[in-house]
């Protein structure tokens, strides 16, 4: 009777861990046929994330990481704030940008520059967005200053800016598209030196992804400490 008690508190663990994956990442579709080179880039895409992020100072600690497609993602590398946090540092944000490069970076050291897919397009587009707002937004350029600059204002009719006002001069608008390149450039080379400081572990954890499919934190911390992944309870 003990044993079976156990048993149903551990099935329902599970069950949990499963329900708080789809909320948190988005519903698995197991049913979409991936070929094995797809497989394969989606498992370094993922690791270049995870490997990349841990080894940031100020970046969110990796829950989970995996090559099941779950909404329109053919992978994820989920990190989960151990905080509720209200406001961020222009370290954090940095880090964010250089994390969000890693998986592009990963694909390039693999299997070259030539070989690079469009998976990487939600993140390049990302680290723009958040690139671009530190220096037009948030004041975080020390040439532009502690300034917002609006580039285009106006009234929105069904969806589409009707008038559109300059708000910054040509001069200026030189200088921001500068500053949003530094930024950029600095934390794009930043994830590939990571990357390249742990190459061996890139293959290593890619390989581990193919074998399990998802990987979790404490086996993500024994590849980067040189040991051989745990297997997974439920595998």
């Not at 044993?3 to 708080?20: P, T």
């Not at 969110?60 to 994820?76: S, W």
Request: proline share 3%; aromatic share 6%; with cysteine.
């Amino acid at each position: 009777l003990f044993a079976a008690r156990a048993n149903q508190r551990l099935v329902s663990m599970r069950e949990f861990e499963r329900a708080k994956d789809k909320i948190m990442m988005g519903t698995e579709r197991r049913s979409m046929v991936m070929s094995e080179q797809e497989k394969l880039n989606t498992a370094y895409h993922e690791a270049g994330h995870a490997i990349v992020g841990m080894n940031l100072p100020e970046h969110d600690p990796v829950y989970k990481v995996t090559i099941i497609p779950r909404g329109r993602a053919l992978g994820v590398t989920f990190f989960l704030p151990e905080e509720d946090r209200y406001s961020f540092s222009k370290q954090r944000l940095e880090c964010q940008i250089t994390s969000l490069f890693g998986g592009r970076i990963a694909e390039e050291l693999a299997f070259g520059p030539e070989a690079v897919t469009t998976g990487a397009a939600n993140d390049i587009e990302r680290a723009t967005n958040l690139a671009r707002s530190m220096v037009t937004r948030w004041g975080l350029s020390d040439r532009l200053g502690p300034l917002t600059y609006a580039e285009e204002a106006g009234e929105v009719f069904l969806g589409r800016t009707v008038t559109q006002h300059k708000q910054v001069s040509d001069e200026t608008a030189h200088l921001i598209d500068e500053e949003v390149r530094r930024v950029i450039d600095s934390n794009f080379k930043r994830a590939r030196d990571i990357l390249l400081a742990n190459r061996d572990k890139l293959d290593v954890m890619a390989q581990a992804l193919i074998k399990y499919e998802t990987l979790t934190e404490e086996q993500l911390k024994d590849i980067l400490a040189g040991r051989e992944p745990r297997v997974p309870e439920d595998w």
